[in-house]
């Protein structure tokens, strides 16, 4: 099987089956990070520029893991020391890197859309790694491998999205993702952190903690995006943390095997107590791990090696 898709900029074109496609697809990747050595040739000839228009640690070093270990030749893209601090666009840019035959370009941007911009621009195939509030596709498709590993079933499981859910971009692609795949998504956070409409997405909206965590299996925290709000949502940190933070004792509503999962990078004791963020509910690490084979699974179908 093979997808059929040129660009991965949002989870809403694919199919159930492109999905699970992706994940079969990073099964068999996941077993080269447990080798001595760390490779294999499959994108033997390919190169991949890393595109990252806003700070990243986790996303870009894990797609640069991923591009190395499928042995393509990876560039690291940094705006601050290109042409675009002469005033060079988007689209000149990545048409001056495609002309160095680039086969994939990774693009994170704090504009909404860009992703899908640069697309129409160039012939190389497109990953959004994050664009503004809009998607982030493969921190989605990582979650979805992590839940799937633990041997849950996406139709009929519950899954609370907690926090700022207007502003993140990952709470966008996993509600896609997983309304996609039967199961029932609540999204809780105060008023002023959900989008007016959102149940339109076939989402259930919840205002108290308490009562969002109850019986779920998986609970997904998110980071409060200060730095995309432009202003105070709620009074002050501590009562945010007070009144949204997932402690031990609200994890306790959950179901009892309910896992804990966050996008990073973690506010220890502002959306998540560092005791539950350490303990053996905690998926945390195991996500940031399976990004490495999701985006290996992702570049390796994206640039029709197979």
Do not use: C
């Amino acid at each position: 099987m093979s997808l059929k898709h040129k660009n991965l900029l949002s989870l809403a074109p694919l199919s159930v089956e492109d999905i699970q496609l992706i994940l079969e697809t990073a099964d068999s990747f996941k077993e080269v990070s447990g080798r001595e050595i760390k490779k294999v040739p499959a994108l033997r000839g390919r190169t991949v520029v890393n595109l990252f228009f806003e700070p990243s640690t986790r996303t870009r070093t894990s797609f640069e893991l991923a591009a190395k270990r499928l042995s393509a030749d990876v560039i690291n893209f940094s705006p601050s020391s290109s042409s675009v601090v002469k005033g060079e666009t988007l689209l000149d840019t990545a048409r001056n890197i495609e002309a160095m035959q680039a086969d994939i370009i990774v693009l994170r941007h704090s504009s909404a859309g860009a992703a899908e911009t640069l697309a129409r621009g160039v012939k190389s195939s497109v990953i959004n790694a994050g664009d503004g509030w809009h998607e982030h596709p493969t921190q989605a498709l990582l979650d979805l491998y992590t839940i799937r590993e633990r041997g849950m079933a996406f139709k009929g499981l519950r899954v609370a999205i907690v926090g700022d859910v207007a502003h993140s971009r990952v709470a966008r692609s996993n509600i896609l993702a997983l309304t996609k795949l039967g199961a029932e998504v609540r999204v809780v956070g105060p008023p002023t952190m959900i989008p007016l409409g959102i149940e339109k997405m076939g989402v259930r909206v919840f205002h108290h903690l308490d009562d969002g965590l109850r019986d779920v299996q998986v609970i997904m925290m998110l980071r409060l995006q200060l730095e995309r709000q432009g202003r105070a949502l709620f009074p002050t940190i501590r009562e945010y943390a007070r009144l949204y933070g997932l402690t031990s004792e609200r994890v306790k509503m959950a179901d009892p095997k309910a896992i804990v999962m966050h996008p990073g990078p973690i506010n220890r004791g502002v959306e998540i107590a560092p005791e539950v963020a350490d303990s053996l509910s905690s998926v945390i690490l195991d996500q940031v791990a399976n990004g490495v084979a999701v985006r290996m699974g992702v570049l390796y179908l994206m640039s029709g090696a197979n």
